[in-house]
């Protein structure tokens, strides 16, 4: 039979058991006054009057760990690394310079050690190789395949890398719209084939609600075009009632490079508007070549969301919520026009269809074949 009875009775109240002082003791000494020896907990009175057997000591390894934690400095007064230096034009350089004069005395300069200004690492080639350049050999015969190509072909460019240096155009995706592939393709097909400006005002007084968003989408891919590219840049400055004998006198200034436009530049500004025919057989009539309008417009299936649709007694079903997105593909009326160039001649170069041609009989025998 044992007896229970609380510890604080036995005691009293101004009792204080040794093994207390000293884990009080203990406690409020710094870690480095440690003991090594600790001595096992002893929860029932019985345990009192048992010899206490010592811990094993601490291991070695362990206490090297602590020394060094304790003598390691903060974070905050470590030197950062040294990550790399500036380019020549950037514009963080002037922030780099140190302030001349002052109450911070100028450094001394010392033998054989850099200066504070080159305490930072140049940019080596070497170490950003591994990223720039992975894999030197196959670059280095890309390079000469490239350049084997351009000898056969006697520094001729082919029909593809001339069209890509004479004409321009700008590719743009937009985010993922909250609505479903088939709402937003009658409105990629509404915009395809019309000016960039014919199309901003369609989808501006649409009733559709994806509308706005492709009206955003619209604004942002001529503004990306203009800067970027350079797109629609060419018009005339003061507007197309200008005459040619202006030109020649000088009197009319190119805004791009702020030199006087020559009269063959004027010819072809003063042109008048041309009419063409486009790939779905429609007339369309052109003012400039540097207009932008919207060649493609596609749209792309995204990721579903999950919505939820709660029902009688409890219930909740959960929607599946369509994310849609659509590029668009802007070039210059001059690609348009080259296009109905092309068809046209090709429609001009083909031969006439007649009922009976005129070709010589084969398979012919002097005998009856039947």
Known sequence: MSLHLPLRRLTGPGFTHPRKQSLLSINSAPPSQYPQCSVQQRRTMMGWFRSSKPAPPLDPLAADFLKKKESRKPLSQSPLPNTGDLAPSSIFADERKEPSGGDHPSPTTVPGVASPSDATIRRNPEFMAAALDPQPMLRKR??????????????????????????????SKSHFFKTSVKKLGMLARQVAG???????????FSKKKAAQDVLKQLEYARDEAIVRKGMGLKGLPNGPSASEKEFKEGNIIDEDSGNPISSED???????PINIRDKDGKKRKVHHKTQIYVDQAWVGRGTYGQLPDHRARGQINVMRTPYTSISLLLKEEATRIRLAEERETKRQNKKVWTQLPDRPVTAQRQYCLW
Do not use: C, H, Y
Not at 161 to 166: I, P, V
């Open 142 to 171: 890309w390079e000469r395949k490239m350049l084997i190509r351009d000898t056969r072909r006697r520094d001729r460019l082919s029909k593809t890398r001339k069209l890509l240096k004479t004409e321009r155009f700008s590719l």
């Open 266 to 272: 004027s010819k072809e500004l003063n042109a008048g």
């Open 194 to 204: 019309k000016p960039v400006e014919e199309a901003i005002v369609q989808m501006r």
